[in-house]
């Protein structure tokens, strides 16, 4: 299956980009849909405790997970601002933290499959990398690229 | 890896100069001159940065006096990139599991679209 791109060149940003098989249509329906995001959004490490999520400008959302096997419980927030076709932006922040990112996630089909495209913003580059890795001293995103780089040579 | 050392790990490649040290030396083993001459920067602050490589781990000096290469240690910088790719680890999980959910999506609409050929081919028929 298609593997998932990160990149954290923009020191202020995070980007993902990941191909499923599916279209567009279906795409957006499960992340868009509360009752299919409880299905995936908790991955293999999480359950998702609850899906609250007003679909439309202006609407809010609310995702609650637990750490599996009984772990702590943790939840994101946010607004969605725009809700488009092929174009969701949202601002997101875990909950009782502050500081949010405003998320723009494109959805673009091309034969039956589809190509999304998450653009996180942050307001600094210290929140940025305190969500990469949370613990993680300042300074340490710009060094992500060239460490991978550096990794390679070893 | 403790939380610790990985703080010591990320300040150390938080420079620019630093990484430059650490692929260079990637490439084997160097003096302190023959590392410093790419940059122009005094020996005692070149020295000063290896200084922060060596307290990190990330380098070893070797014990020729007169020399004192200095070598690469790739332990410490493996465990960061295993750290980082720990954000990238969990993100392939979920979408994977996001695979799933649209596995039965398609399955659904596929079975949806028989039912509406079958409906109308029976409409069709007196």
Same mark, same amino acid.
């Given at each position: 299956?298609?593997?998932?791109?990160?990149?954290?060149?923009?020191?202020?940003?995070?980007?993902?980009?990941?191909?499923?098989?599916?279209?567009?249509?279906?795409?957006?329906?499960?992340?868009?849909?509360?009752?299919?995001?409880?299905?995936?959004?908790?991955?293999?490490?999480?359950?998702?405790?609850?899906?609250?999520?007003?679909?439309?400008?202006?609407?809010?959302?609310?995702?609650?997970?637990?750490?599996?096997?009984?772990?702590?419980?943790?939840?994101?927030?946010?607004?969605?601002?725009?809700?488009?076709?092929?174009?969701?932006?949202?601002?997101?922040?875990?909950?009782?933290?502050?500081?949010?990112?405003?998320?723009?996630?494109?959805?673009?089909?091309?034969?039956?499959?589809?190509?999304?495209?998450?653009?996180?913003?942050?307001?600094?580059?210290?929140?940025?990398?305190?969500?990469?890795?949370?613990?993680?001293?300042?300074?340490?995103?710009?060094?992500?690229?060239?460490?991978?780089?550096?990794?390679?040579?070893? | 890896?403790?939380?610790?050392?990985?703080?010591?790990?990320?300040?150390?490649?938080?420079?620019?100069?630093?990484?430059?040290?650490?692929?260079?030396?990637?490439?084997?083993?160097?003096?302190?001159?023959?590392?410093?001459?790419?940059?122009?920067?005094?020996?005692? *602050?070149?020295?000063?940065? +290896?200084?922060? @490589?060596?307290?990190?781990?990330?380098?070893?000096?070797? #014990?020729?006096?007169?020399? /004192?290469?200095?070598?690469?240690?790739?332990?410490?910088?493996?465990?960061?990139?295993?750290?980082?790719?720990?954000?990238?680890?969990?993100?392939?999980?979920?979408?994977? *599991?996001?695979?799933?959910? +649209?596995?039965? @999506?398609?399955?659904?609409?596929?079975?949806?679209?028989? #039912?509406?050929?079958?409906? /109308?081919?029976?409409?069709?028929?007196?």
């Amino acid at each position: 299956m298609s593997s998932l791109v990160v990149s954290t060149e923009i020191p202020t940003e995070i980007h993902l980009t990941r191909t499923f098989d599916a279209p567009r249509n279906l795409v957006m329906k499960a992340m868009t849909t509360p009752a299919l995001i409880k299905k995936w959004l908790g991955g293999v490490r999480a359950d998702v405790i609850s899906v609250d999520m007003d679909v439309r400008p202006g609407g809010r959302y609310r995702y609650e997970f637990a750490v599996k096997g009984g772990g702590p419980r943790f939840a994101f927030v946010g607004t969605i601002r725009e809700i488009g076709p092929d174009r969701v932006v949202q601002t997101e922040s875990m909950e009782g933290m502050p500081g949010e990112s405003i998320n723009t996630t494109t959805y673009e089909e091309k034969d039956g499959r589809t190509i999304m495209k998450v653009v996180m913003v942050f307001p600094s580059k210290e929140m940025r990398d305190q969500v990469v890795a949370t613990g993680m001293s300042d300074g340490a995103g710009e060094s992500y690229d060239e460490l991978a780089k550096l990794l390679k040579s070893l | 890896m403790n939380e610790i050392l990985l703080d010591t790990v990320f300040a150390a490649l938080a420079d620019p100069t630093r990484r430059a040290i650490l692929a260079r030396l990637a490439a084997g083993p160097a003096s302190v001159t023959e590392l410093g001459q790419p940059f122009d920067m005094s020996q005692p *602050a070149i020295s000063k940065h +290896l200084k922060v @490589l060596e307290n990190a781990g990330l380098i070893a000096r070797g #014990r020729d006096a007169q020399r /004192r290469p200095c070598q690469l240690v790739a332990s410490p910088l493996r465990a960061v990139d295993g750290w980082i790719a720990d954000f990238r680890a969990h993100w392939e999980e979920t979408y994977a *599991a996001l695979d799933d959910v +649209l596995e039965d @999506l398609k399955k659904e609409a596929a079975a949806k679209k028989k #039912r509406t050929k079958t409906q /109308r081919r029976k409409g069709r028929t007196p």
